[in-house]
């Protein structure tokens, strides 16, 4: 266990520290670009493709874009996919047909965009992956990314499951609700966590399904887990929205989240973290929606040519109960 959690929390810090050097790199050079960037002092335009407003964590992402761009003086053409690649397909087209100066799109799902990517690429407009990214093997299709690391947030959730139930007997059976199929985030979400519990055979995940990253689906896929297996100890979820929709399944089936069921579930918004002051969840592990300023910082930097770090992360924590209580009264979103 000890040699895990080492290899874990070390993989965490040289996370956090890359993602405070990028955001360092980007504070030093803010100052400079404030007129508009290159050209002739027109206003940047920025065509971004938004997944859809499926979670808390969305809309807050979708806010922190929209209120970044008004404050930099970018004029932000914001389109939304509604959860379907091939709308965010025909929104870079059109981006691409308008000759924007910077494409910027979190990508439904992360394989099929090397044809687009190409046409973007073709007609010199610059595109930058924000929260999720692409399975492209062509890294030149784009200039840099910038969101969480997926894998360690899993793993977080998996580490804390370990120390949770640390020298309590097995078996231990776990449920799981993947987000949206073929999303970056439901991928490496589930990856990371099962690399940490697989190294304890007592865990043991008896059922895993998508629950969409909505209220409506978490709940609707715990209403069936619940029937079918009465015997669950954890539910892991992929976001917050769909664990508070499980929450609602769980108390309707006459059993007490956080107690009868332990919950760890992923982003840490609002609702989320005031179900897990309140001891229905029992651990969040954080990725914040709040891409916005570094986005257009870092749109201002290749609309000019500047060099940009291919990766940029995002800086993350975990919640216990404890912590939420305290963090609630200043959360952002
Ligand atoms: O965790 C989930 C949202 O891509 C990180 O998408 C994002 C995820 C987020 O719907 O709530």
Redesign the pocket.
């Known amino acids: 266990m000890r040699s895990l959690e080492d290899v874990v929390l070390k993989k965490w810090s040289a996370a956090v520290l890359a993602g405070a050097l990028a955001v360092g790199a980007l504070a030093g050079c803010g100052g400079d670009d404030g007129d508009g960037g290159g050209g002739g002092g027109d206003k940047l335009v920025m065509g971004f493709s938004q997944?859809g407003a499926?979670?808390?964590?969305?809309t807050a992402?979708t806010k922190s874009i929209q209120e970044s761009a008004a404050a930099a003086g970018i004029e932000l053409k914001f389109s939304d996919a509604q959860g379907k690649q091939e709308n965010q397909i025909k929104a870079i087209r059109s981006f691409i047909a308008q000759r924007v100066d910077v494409i910027a799109f979190?990508p439904v799902v992360e394989s099929g965009w090397d044809p687009v990517l190409k046409e973007a690429k073709d007609a010199n407009i610059p595109v930058i992956l924000t929260?999720?990214s692409v399975d492209s093997t062509d890294k030149t299709l784009y200039k840099t990314f910038i969101?969480?690391d997926?894998v360690l947030e899993g793993q977080k959730a998996g580490l804390w499951l370990t120390k949770e139930y640390e020298g309590k007997p097995g078996p231990v059976n776990i449920v799981e609700l993947q987000?949206?199929p073929g999303?970056?985030?439901a991928n490496d979400r589930k990856a990371g966590f099962a690399e940490v519990i697989k190294k304890d055979p007592k865990f043991k995940v008896i059922a895993s399904q998508t629950g969409q990253?909505t209220r409506t689906d978490g709940k609707e896929v715990m209403e069936a887990f619940l029937k079918t297996y009465p015997d669950i100890d954890v539910l892991y979820a992929?976001?917050?929205?769909m664990g508070l929709g499980a929450i609602e399944a769980i108390e309707a089936a006459g059993k007490k989240p956080g107690t009868d069921i332990k919950i760890v579930t992923?982003?840490a918004?609002k609702d989320g973290m005031t179900a897990l002051s309140q001891g229905k969840i029992n651990f969040i592990v954080e990725?914040s929606?709040l891409l916005g300023p570094q986005l257009m910082d870092l749109a201002k930097k290749v609309k000019a040519g500047e060099q940009v770090e291919t990766r940029v992360l995002t800086e993350e924590t975990t919640f216990n109960k404890e912590q939420a209580t305290a963090a609630l009264p200043t959360r952002k979103y």
């Open positions: 997944v499926e979670s808390g964590w969305r992402n979190s929260d999720r969101g969480s997926f987000g949206s999303a970056a985030p990253f992929h976001n917050d929205d992923v982003d918004v990725c929606p």
